[in-house]
């Protein structure tokens, strides 16, 4: 449920702007600025007015007050930003499929009217927010107006993904989504409008963490590659790439740990193990990698080879003769045996997976 009650009654019907071209309409329906307006001085710029329909929907502005539109007016809205050519039937059809024309012509005026009623104290607001002509209509963006919607889809659209201008652009837009499309509302009409935005997220995500993955700033890859996973968790290859990235910030348990999430997912949603390349990835970063430099230690400080305590008798787990006592060495053998326990049950794991698909070589 959206916040805020309707202002004006029902019978009003929305009154028709003068007479201006279909591309007048179009062009007045699709103009706004990238960014959000900044603060104007009192008598010098008007208050900027931003709406806000990634997430919950939002509309700010001094001009507007505190008070939000109701739901129908906050659709219609939605509705004129994101097609730029609208007509009545349009507009009708897609809001009430179901009912006579006359009657939702009568409902669609009432919202129209509901809209401009609600702008009324905004410069170039009242009549002047939706500009019609004949059967044709669009909500007019152009400043001092705001639309998150309008200037996400400017910069996610452009190419150029090597450019740090472009870059910074990017990474302004993806914080503009808040949340899905006019959270809240499952309007049939809305559903493949909200899952455009959505893929359209996701390749700027996808860009900015493979940009920062490039420049070799794993950490902001990273972070980008979790929005990823918050948006669609059972990409398998974004758990591998935010492993890997991991490794390469020489954290191997961060990248085990992001291993078993992505286990657990995978069992509690689809009741399937990870892919074999997940699976060997995961044993491959389990190697005992430091088990070889552990034994040289060990056998240095038998008396073996290499170097031996530089004082004997410390309170370091060594004898007086600078050798490591017995629970040491029982200890390191304890975490060699888990170390190998836990290599074993990953090559088993991705061993498992293989044979599944049919890939047993045997």
């Keep these: 449920m959206y916040h805020g009650a309707a202002t004006g009654g029902r019978n009003h019907v929305e009154t028709r702007g003068t007479s201006r071209t279909t591309a007048t309409i179009e062009r007045l329906g699709t103009e706004t600025s990238e960014d959000p307006p900044p603060q104007g ?8 007015v931003t709406i806000r329909l ?17 739901p129908v007016v906050f659709h219609l809205l939605a509705y004129l930003l994101i097609n730029a050519s609208n007509t009545r039937t349009s507009v009708c059809t897609a809001f009430w499929p179901d009912a006579a024309e006359r009657q939702a012509r009568r409902r669609l005026s009432t919202a129209v009217w509901r809209l401009r009623k609600y702008f009324e104290a905004v410069p170039c607001g009242g009549d002047r927010v939706v500009v019609t002509s004949g059967d044709r209509l669009a909500f007019r963006a152009n400043p001092p107006f705001w639309a998150d919607i309008t200037a996400f889809d400017a910069i996610v659209g452009r190419a150029g993904d090597d450019d740090p201008d472009d870059v910074a652009d990017l990474e302004r837009a993806v914080e503009w989504y808040r949340g899905d499309l006019l959270e809240g509302c499952y309007e049939e009409w809305l559903l493949p409008d909200r899952e455009r935005y959505r893929q359209r997220l996701i390749t700027g995500l996808e860009r900015l963490a493979d940009w920062h993955h490039r420049r070799g700033n794993p950490e902001r890859a990273i972070h980008y590659g979790l929005r990823l996973l918050d948006l669609d968790p059972l990409r398998e290859s974004i758990h591998r790439a935010i492993m890997q990235l991991h490794i390469e910030r020489g954290e191997p348990t961060e990248a085990i740990r992001q291993f078993e999430r992505c286990r657990q997912i995978l069992d509690d949603e689809l009741g399937a193990p990870p892919m074999p390349e997940t699976l060997l990835l995961a044993a491959r970063i389990r190697q005992p990698l430091d088990l070889g430099s552990r034994f040289d230690e060990l056998t240095a400080n038998l008396g073996l080879g290499g170097r031996r305590p530089d004082a004997p008798g410390a309170d370091d787990g060594t004898t007086p003769d600078g050798r490591p006592d017995a629970a040491e060495i029982i200890q390191c053998l304890r975490q060699a045996r888990d170390q190998a326990s836990a290599l074993s049950q ?6 498992d997976a293989l044979e599944r698909l049919g890939l047993d070589s045997r």
Aim: proline share 16%; no cysteine; aromatic share 0%.
């Design 41 to 48: 001085d009192a008598g010098i710029a008007p208050d900027p």
């Design 54 to 70: 990634l997430g919950l929907p939002e509309i700010s502005g001094r001009a507007v007050g505190p008070e939000q539109p109701s």
């Design 346 to 351: 990953s090559l088993a794991d991705a061993l």
